[in-house]
Structures are given as C-alpha cells and as structure tokens.
C-alpha cells in the first residue's frame, strides 16, 4: 500500500512570511496527526483529525498556525506569520482509526528552515 | 500528564555488540507502548509495540517487555548491524483520544 505522502520535502522562508504543508495520508485511514519535531526532540503533537473533525488541538499555536481536512482525506498545515521558533521537521501521520492499539504511520516530512 | 523519560544519547557500539535503550514513561490508566525509529532524512516507522503489562513487543530483532511495575519498557537487542544507526523513540499512547507521547529520541550509530 501506499504511505503517507508529504510535500514539499523543503522548505526555506523568511521570517514573517507564510508557507503550507500538504499532507495526503493512507488510504481509508480515518485518523490524521500533524507533529512538529524541533532538532534534538521528540515529535509533538499539534493537532490530530478524525475524519475532518478535529479531535485535539491543544497544542497547536493559533494566532498563526491553522489546518484543515475539508473532506476528511486529504490535509493542509499553514503558518502565518512564520517566526524563527518554527524551524522544524512538520510531520504528517495517519491510523486506521485513533484507537490506542492502532500504529501511526508516518510520512518522510517536511523540514522547514526559517530566515 | 504522561511523559516518557529514555536514555540520552548518542550511543556508540560496535558490529554485533549488544544493545539496551532504557525508557520509563508516566501515565494514567494503561497506555499503550511503542518504540519507533527515524533513519536519517525520513519519517518515524514503527519498530514494535505492546498494549498490556509483560506483554513482549519484538520485530527485526528487536525486543521490549511491558514492566507495570517499574513503568518500563526498555529496547534490546543481542547483536547490532551497522544498518540499526538511527534515532529510536519510546513513545506511549494514552487519554482521551490515545494522543502519542515521545520521548526526546537516543541517537544509535553502529560502527563495523
């Protein structure tokens, strides 16, 4: 089966400015995870999807990030203004459904470097 | 709230020496336990995992046994390969909605 597609692999931006991640998860796998991995740390969870309602988004910075899966497949990560602190791999996972038992499966990511 | 505390690294051992990563984790109620790994400049795949106490989870070598009783679930294996280099992650899978919990990830490089 196919994996969790990620893009761009790279990204370099300046300060202030916006970027977006796409994130295509496995097919008929229900639940979707966006993490952000700092260098040196494990990944954190920012915000995690069932079908397209969000379960959790605790930890996601609001005043500048935003996400959606309008039809509960596909999903887009956007940074707005983007600050240094946001340099990091942004992880896109996915499970058959958000069960405790059920492995994420994640994609190659995308490594965010900001200017 | 849960936690997930495992050894710092980098480890360095030789070809086919063996290998433990110790991990203790904090949680409420019974979370399930995994350990991924990360090769350089991919994304996280899950190496193997176990959902109750004494439970072994094993895969490619590698094993790892649920202990309740010290909150452990530290990885072993008897004989490493240069192509094991990679960062491991404990991680634990509680609350709610089952949200994973990492740890800070141990640097692994085998030398031949």
């Known amino acids: 089966e196919a994996g969790v597609a990620q893009s761009p692999r790279y990204k370099i931006i300046e300060k202030r400015q916006s970027v977006a991640f796409w994130c295509n998860p496995i097919s008929g796998h229900a639940t979707l995870y966006w993490y952000q991995q700092i260098l040196g740390q494990g990944p954190k969870l920012l915000i995690q999807f069932q079908n397209n309602g969000v379960v959790d988004d605790s930890q996601l910075p609001k005043d500048r990030f935003s996400a959606e899966r309008l039809k509960g497949v596909d999903s887009t990560l956007k940074i707005q203004p983007a600050k240094l602190e946001d340099s990091a791999v942004y992880l896109c996972?996915?499970?058959?459904?958000?069960?405790?038992?059920?492995?994420?499966?994640f994609g190659d990511g995308t490594r965010l470097s900001i200017l | 709230g849960n936690s997930v505390t495992q050894m710092e690294g980098p480890v360095t051992l030789s070809e086919e020496a063996f290998l433990t990563i110790n991990c203790t984790y904090t949680a409420t109620g019974y979370p399930s336990l995994f350990w991924y790994v990360q090769y350089p400049g991919e994304g996280l795949q899950l190496l193997l995992k176990?959902?109750?106490?004494?439970d072994k989870g094993s895969n490619k070598g590698f094993e790892a046994t649920y202990r309740k009783e010290t909150t452990s679930f530290h990885l072993e294996k008897g004989s490493v390969q240069v192509s094991d280099s990679a960062v491991y992650f404990c991680?634990?899978?509680?609350?709610?909605?089952?949200?994973?919990?990492f740890g800070k990830g141990t640097l692994l490089t085998v030398n031949p």
């Open positions: 991680a634990l899978s509680g609350g709610s909605n089952y949200k994973l919990t």
């Open positions: 176990a959902t109750k106490a004494d």
């Open positions: 996972a996915s499970s058959l459904s958000g069960g405790g038992n059920q492995p994420q499966h």
